[in-house]
């Protein structure tokens, strides 16, 4: 549907996946699973591996990334490792994620959840939730 930028190594995408314009896949181990939609200009950057399941929903200029920056004093910051979290990021079966959420390190959300736009997700969202705000808090679930 439009350029779409991969620069990832050990991509896995399943069947019926929509990768909208500018999309970015971006580091090591992408996994995204079946009827899968990412939406405008999405950004999904894996140090560690980044698993996206079945029948999920990731809406425009969302960012991914399971790894921050070194932040040890007496070191320029510019010159430190990325810290990554060792499981990278999961999200579930059938999930939906607003536009301009960040998903950021060792985040898992659980299947069927929802994340409201603008949400900061920085830990685990459980099934069925639906979760807003930043960072991203349960305020109901799925009936």
Known sequence: MGKVYLRAKKIHMGKNVTLYPGVYLWGNEIFIGDNVDI????????????????????????????????????????????????????????????AQSSILKGAIIRDHAVIGANSVVNSEIPENAIATGSPAKVKKYRQ
Not at 60 to 85: F, P, W
Request: glycine share 16%; charged share 10%.
């Open 39 to 98: 939406g405008i200009g999405t950004i999904i950057h894996s140090t560690n591996g980044i698993h996206i399941g079945n029948n999920t929903v990731i809406a425009g200029q969302c960012y991914l990334i399971d790894s921050n920056h070194g932040t040890k004093k007496n070191q320029l910051i510019r010159l430190q490792q990325s810290e990554a979290a060792q499981n990278g990021i999961v999200i579930g079966n059938d999930v939906w994620i607003g």
